[in-house]
C-alpha cells in the first residue's frame, strides 16, 4: 500500500497520559518508536518538542471526549493535525492495547486511511461552546417549569390550564401570591392580567389545597427559574461580543425563512464561515447527517435511518424547519406539504431542514442574502406531471376531462 506520510505519528490520549507513537519510513524499512506523556501543560510541550526533533509533519489522533482539545491546542502549532472519529479506525479484536492503539493509528495515518474531522477555528469554538451551553440551559428551564406545574398540580391549582405560560407575568404575580401565603381564589384571580379566561374560571382553577411543603418546593424552583434566566441573558451578552467576526454571516443566513438570531448564531457556531471545508452541499449535508445512510447488500437495501452525524446543528435546523413550514408563501412550506403527503411529516420536515443547510452552504460560500424558489417552483418546474395527476383524479371521481391551452 502506497505510503502517504513518511513521518507521521499517531497519540492515544487519555486524561491523564498520551501514548504516543511516531512512524518514519527509513529507506526500505519502517521505525517505530512510542513513548509516553502525561497531560499537563509542560508534558505536552515536552510532547510537541519531541515529535518536532522527530520532524513529525502529520499527527493523528481519537476525539476523546474533551481529552483531545489541550492536546490539539499545543501541538497544531508543530505539525499538521487530524482528528478520527474512534468509530472509524477501530484496530483488530483482541489487540487492545495504548502502544497497539497508538502503533495503529500512526499506520492508518501513513497510508492516508483517517479522514479528519472538522475542527472549525479557536473563534468558532469557543462560540459553538457558548450557543451549547445557552441551549442546554433552556432545556434546563423548560424543565423546572415542569417541576413548577407538578407542584401546581399536585396543590390541585390548575393554573396551566387557563394560563398559556405559568412562569409569565400573571403567573408569576399568582404564584408570588401562594407562596406568600394567600389561598382566596377570587383574589388570586384578580392579579392575571390580559388573560382570556374569566374571573370565575380563573378563580375555580386556583381553588386548591397548598400546603407549606408546595410553598417551599415553589419557591426553590422559582429561585433557580430565576437563576438559570440571569444565566442565559449573560451567556447571550457573551456571544453578541464573540460573533462581531461573523455578523456579516449572521445577518444573511436571517434571510431564510424560518432562521431567526439565535439559530443563525448557532448555524455559525457548529459550521463556522469558511465553507471550502466542504466540497459541495451534499458533503455538508452528509456530515450533518440529514440525509439517509447508505446500506445495500447483495441488491437488498437495509435500513436507511439518519445517522447521529452533528446532532446539535441538526436538532437547530430541525426546530427551523418547523417554522419555515408554516410560512405561508415560501419554497419550504411547498416542499413539506409535497412531501409530508408521501413519505409523512417527520421525513418530510428533515427534507426541508437539509434543504434550508444546502441553502447555508451556499449563502456563506458566496456570501449573498437566500433567495427562494418560490412556492410554485413545483408546479412550474414539471408541469406535464402535474397535468397528468389531476387529470387522472378527476376522472377517478367520474368525470371526463378535454384539456385545451387557454388564449
Known sequence: MEVIHTRCAGLDVHKNSVVACVRVVEGSSVRHEVRTFGTTTRALYELADWLSSERVTHAAMESTGVY????????????ELVLANAQHIRNVPGRKTDVNDATWISDLLAHGLIQGSFVPERGVQELRELTRTRKQFVRERSRYVQRIQKVLEDANIKLASVISNVVGKSGRAILTAVMAGETDPRKLARLAQGVKASEDRLAEALRGHVTEHHRFMLKLYLEQLDALDEAIAAI????????????????????MPGVSATVATAVVAEL?????RFPTRSHLISWAGLCPRSNESAGKRRSSRLREGAPWLKTTLVQAAWAAARTNGSYERALFLRLKSRRGPKKAIVAVAASMLGAAYHILRNRTPYRSLGPNHFDQHDRATLQRRLVHRLEALGYRVDLSQAA
Open 236 to 255: 447571550e451578552r457573551h456571544a453578541e461580543v464573540a460573533m462581531r467576526p461573523f455578523r456579516e454571516a449572521a445577518e444573511l443566513l436571517v434571510t
Open 68 to 79: 483531545w482539545k489541550p492536546v490539539w491546542h499545543i501541538l497544531e502549532e508543530c505539525c
Open 272 to 276: 463556522g464561515f469558511d465553507m471550502t
